[in-house]
Nanobody, 115 residues
């Protein structure tokens, strides 16, 4: 079984930073494409950032250069470093790992940015 768990969320002031982690364990085969999503209050889930197994990264337009996705290959963990956070970034952040054609979601971690 593949297990995915996010961590690192919390409460920060506007302009602050958080580093989210997405740890995958279980029967993982090769490097897995990993994407971060978020769901803001009252809104649909939206894509935030992604890393292909080859290392290429992509970001949603609203990131505006503030976030960086990276991977620790030895730990099979993907990070989302979020800087210059804004109140409108408040929401639940979720990680999706694709392994052998199947999507595996974590439970999400809450991010709250105060003004």
């Amino acid at each position: 079984q593949v297990r995915v768990m996010e961590s690192g969320g919390g409460l920060v002031q506007a302009g602050g930073s958080l580093r989210l982690s997405c740890a995958a364990s279980g029967r993982i085969f090769g490097l897995t494409p990993t994407n971060w999503y978020r769901q803001l209050p009252g809104k649909e889930r939206e894509w935030v950032a992604g890393m292909l197994h080859g290392g290429a990264t992509k970001y949603a337009d609203f990131v505006e250069g503030r976030f960086t996705i990276s991977r620790d290959y030895a730990k099979n963990t993907v990070y989302l470093q979020m800087n210059s956070l804004k109140p409108e970034d408040t929401g639940v952040y979720l990680c999706k790992v694709i392994n052998r054609g199947h999507d595996h979601w974590g439970q999400g971690t809450e991010v709250t940015v105060s003004s």
